[in-house]
C-alpha cells in the first residue's frame, strides 16, 4: 500500500494532473518537496518512468531512499536544483512553491531543467484578497500566473480543486482530533505540505497549474 500523499487531494488529484501528459518508460520526472515519495512510487508504477526527487529534509531522503532503491533522492533546496538544463519531461511541485525563499527563482529552476514541450505540475495554496505576493503560504491565482510566465512558460491551465482543501484539514482533524496531533505522529519533517502554513480558511483556496515550456 502506498503511503499517504502530504497535500490537499492526495495522490487522485496527482492522477488527475497526469492524464494529459505524456510520460512512458522513457520519460524523466522530477517531485521537488518529494516528502514520503508516494507521488514518485506512484509515477513509477505507472508509466514506469526515470524518477528523481529533491527534498530539504534529510530524514525524508534518507527513508525514501531505503524505500525506493530506483528512484534517485536528493537533499536540496528548490531554488538551486542540481539538475542538468532540459532534463526532465516533467516537473511536480505539489503545495510547495509558496514555502520557498524564492518563488520567482523556484520557478526559473523549474523551467531550466524542464525539457522543451517539458510540463511543470505545480499545486498551491491561493488566497482571493489583494493582489498581494504571498499572504501566510498562499498566492493570488493571478500572481501565479504571472510568475511562471515571467520565468518564460508558454501556456498555463489552471484549475480550481478547493473541494480537496476541505476534505483534507476535515480528514486530519477527524483521524488525528488536531492538525497538531497529526503533525506529532509524522515520521519525519513536512518541508512542503499544507501543513506548515497559517490558513486564513475564510480566503483560502487551493489551485492546480499545468505549465507547458
Known amino acids: 500500500m502506498m503511503k499517504p500523499v502530504l497535500h490537499p487531494g492526495g495522490l487522485e488529484l ?7 501528459l505524456p510520460l512512458d518508460n522513457s ?5 521537488i518537496g518529494c516528502g514520503l515519495g508516494t507521488t514518485l512510487e506512484y509515477l513509477v508504477s505507472a508509466f514506469h518512468c526515470q524518477a528523481y526527487g529533491i527534498d530539504l529534509s534529510e ?3 534518507s527513508s525514501d531512499s531505503v524505500e525506493y532503491p530506483d528512484i534517485r533522492f536528493s537533499v536540496g533546496n528548490a531554488c538551486d536544483l542540481p539538475y542538468e538544463d532540459e532534463m526532465f519531461d516533467a516537473v511536480f511541485m505539489e503545495c510547495v512553491l509558496t514555502l520557498t525563499d ?3 527563482k523556484a520557478l526559473s529552476e523549474d523551467f531550466r531543467v524542464l525539457k522543451p514541450g517539458g510540463t511543470l505540475v505545480l499545486s498551491s495554496l491561493t488566497h482571493t ?3 498581494e505576493l504571498l499572504l501566510p503560504g498562499t498566492f493570488q491565482v493571478e500572481v501565479c500566473e504571472d ?3 515571467t520565468a518564460g512558460f508558454s501556456a498555463v491551465t489552471v484549475s480550481n ?10 480528514d486530519m482533524i477527524f483521524r488525528y482530533g488536531s492538525i497538531d496531533a497529526y503533525l506529532r505522529k509524522s515520521t519525519c519533517t513536512l518541508g512542503g505540505t499544507v501543513l506548515n502554513c497559517n490558513l486564513s480558511p475564510k480566503n483560502t483556496r487551493y489551485h492546480s497549474f499545468l505549465a507547458v515550456k
Open 14 to 20: 496527482t492522477k488527475e494532473n497526469c492524464k494529459n
Open 27 to 31: 520519460s524523466k520526472v522530477l517531485d
Open 59 to 61: 530524514a525524508c531522503i
Open 102 to 104: 524564492d518563488p520567482a
Open 129 to 131: 484578497g489583494d493582489k
Open 147 to 149: 510568475l511562471l510566465h
Open 161 to 170: 480543486h478547493s473541494s480537496h482543501l476541505i476534505q483534507f484539514v476535515a
